[in-house]
T-cell receptor
Framework: SQLAEENSWALSVHEGESVTVNCSYK?????LQWYRQKSGKGPAQLIL?????REKRNGRLRATLDTSSQSSSLSITATRCEDTAVYFC?????????FGDGTQLVVKP | GGIITQTPKFLIGQEGQKLTLKCQQN?????MYWYRQDSGKGLRLIYY???????QKGDLSEGYDASREKKSSFSLTVTSAQKNEMAVFLC?????????????FGHGTKLSVL
C-alpha cells in the first residue's frame, strides 16, 4: 500500500477562489513536502514543512502538518489559471521521499 | 542554478530488449534518484544513490539496474522491456545538506515498448 495518499483525485475551482488539497501518510517523517507537476514536466517543490512545525506559508500557499493524525493540507488562495497542475504530497523519511498519486487541480477562468 | 538533463527524451524499445536511460546533474548534489511514473499515477522510487558508487534499492527495483559511476551522473537500465509497457522515468537530485531536502527533477524519459 502507498505511504502517501492525497484525499481527492481531482478538484476544480474558478479563478480567484481558494482551494485545499489534503494528504495522509503512513510513515514516520522528518519533513513533508508539497510538489506541483505541470503537463510534460517533472514535479517542482512548492513548500517544505518540518515535523516540528504545524504551519508554513509561502506567498499564496499555506501548508499544515498534523503528525498525530499523519495528515497534511496545502491551501492555495486567489487561484490563477496557471495553478492548474497535479499536486503531490511527499513525506520525507531516511533520505527517501515518497509520493502519492496526486490531486489534479483545474482552475477555470 | 543548475539543471538535470535526461537522455533520451523518448525511448521506443522491443519486448525483451535491454534499455539504458541516462541522467546528468550540475548542481553538485550528492543524492540522485530514479522514479517511475505511470499515467495518472504518482512517482514510485526505483533506485537512489547517496554518493558516487553507492546504490540503494527503492520499492520498484526488480527488473532494473542502476549505476552511479560519477557524482554528476546516474543511469538506469531496464533489464528486459515488457511488451506494451509505457511509463515516464524521472531522474532527480537533492543535496540534503543545510536542511535543503528539495528534489530537483529532469523532464523525464518517456518509454514505450512495442
Amino acid at each position: 500500500s502507498q505511504l502517501a495518499e492525497e484525499n481527492s483525485w481531482a478538484l476544480s475551482v474558478h479563478e480567484g477562489e481558494s482551494v485545499t488539497v489534503n494528504c495522509s501518510y503512513k510513515t514516520s517523517i522528518t519533513a513533508l513536502q508539497w510538489y506541483r507537476q505541470k503537463s510534460g514536466k517533472g514535479p517542482a517543490q512548492l513548500i517544505l514543512i518540518r515535523s516540528n512545525e504545524r504551519e508554513k506559508r509561502n506567498g499564496r500557499l499555506r501548508a499544515t502538518l498534523d503528525t498525530s493524525s499523519q495528515s497534511s493540507s496545502l491551501s492555495i488562495t486567489a487561484t490563477r489559471c496557471e495553478d492548474t497542475a497535479v499536486y503531490f504530497c511527499a513525506p520525507n523519511s531516511n533520505n527517501r521521499i515518497f509520493f502519492g498519486d496526486g490531486t489534479q487541480l483545474v482552475v477555470k477562468p | 542554478g543548475g539543471i538535470i538533463t535526461q537522455t533520451p527524451k523518448f525511448l521506443i524499445g522491443q519486448e525483451g530488449q535491454k534499455l539504458t536511460l541516462k541522467c546528468q546533474q550540475n548542481f553538485n548534489h550528492d543524492t540522485m534518484y530514479w522514479y517511475r511514473q505511470d499515467s495518472g499515477k504518482g512517482l514510485r522510487l526505483i533506485y537512489y544513490s547517496i554518493t558516487e558508487n553507492d546504490l540503494q534499492k527503492g520499492d520498484l527495483s526488480e527488473g532494473y539496474d542502476a549505476s552511479r559511476e560519477k557524482k554528476s551522473s546516474f543511469s538506469l537500465t531496464v533489464t528486459s522491456a515488457q511488451k506494451n509497457e509505457m511509463a515516464v522515468f524521472l531522474c532527480a537530485s537533492s543535496s540534503w545538506t543545510g536542511g535543503d531536502e528539495r528534489l530537483f527533477f529532469g523532464h523525464g524519459t518517456k518509454l514505450s515498448v512495442l
